[in-house]
T-cell receptor, first 112, second 114 residues
Framework: AQSVAQPEDQVNVAEGNPLTVKCTYS??????LFWYVQYPNRGLQFLLK??????LVKGSYGFEAEFNKSQTSFHLKKPSALVSDSALYFC??????????FGSGTKLNVKP | EAQVTQNPRYLITVTGKKLTVTCSQN?????MSWYRQDPGLGLRQIYY???????DKGDVPEGYKVSRKEKRNFPLILESPSPNQTSLYFC?????????????FGEGSRLTVL
């Protein structure tokens, strides 16, 4: 089955420290990978995507992610976390731009 | 302003009473889709549409219908809602046909079926 796994329900990090939110996907063709962020009572907002090319992609608000084909991972990273980064983060994959598969979400808590 | 608009944002209804959640986008996107968000399950795709009059099932289509008569609108229809359809629903659109892919989401519609 095509799926995305976010193994951590919650990630806690202190402000100013680096953060990582993990995502792995099941292999079935060429994946196109995305990260979205959801703030309370809002819809999801696009952060970044990997379509092709450089495995390290940079996105909004200083976030970046690295596509690792051998480990089937697409972890979200940021060098220095902000309290305002606290939100719910979703990884998503598509293989054909028709069906999109989302992970279960990871709640990021950044403490002052 | 580019946006995806869903209505209603909140709805409480009773089992069996037909309802429609509307979705409209002003970005001329070909692709539109519906998702439901449930705790611990993330977002699951209900239906999607690649263009006018072209729709297909996602992962959880049971109990839902859609139509795409106009490019900008993609309503979600619950013919006979049941309590297990209590959820938070999102509509999204994108330029998927150009393989750009990022989805633009509406603000969500929280549905409670009693």
């Amino acid at each position: 089955a095509q799926s995305v796994a976010q193994p951590e329900d919650q990630v806690n990090v202190a402000e100013g420290n680096p953060l990582t939110v993990k995502c792995t996907y099941s292999v079935s063709g060429n994946p196109y990978l995305f990260w979205y962020v959801q703030y309370p009572n809002r819809g999801l907002q696009f952060l970044l995507k990997y379509i092709t090319g450089d495995n390290l992609v940079k996105g909004s608000y200083g976030f970046e992610a690295e596509f690792n084909k051998s480990q089937t991972s697409f972890h979200l990273k940021k060098p220095s976390a902000l309290v305002s980064d606290s939100a719910l983060y979703f990884c998503a994959v598509t293989y054909n731009f028709n069906k999109f598969y989302f992970g279960s979400g990871t709640k990021l808590n950044v403490k002052p | 302003e580019a946006q995806v608009t869903q209505n209603p944002r909140y709805l409480i209804t009773v089992t069996g009473k037909k309802l429609t959640v509307t979705c409209s986008q002003n970005m001329n996107h070909e692709y539109m889709s519906w998702y439901r968000q449930d705790p611990g399950l993330g977002l699951r795709q209900i239906y999607y549409s690649m263009n006018v009059e072209v729709t297909d099932k996602g992962d959880v289509p049971e109990g839902y219908k859609v139509s795409r008569k106009e490019k900008r609108n993609f309503p979600l229809i619950l013919e006979s809602p049941s309590p297990n359809q209590t959820s938070l629903y999102f509509c999204a659109s994108s330029l998927a046909a150009q393989r750009v892919g990022e989805l633009f989401f509406g603000e969500g519609s929280r549905l409670t079926v009693l």
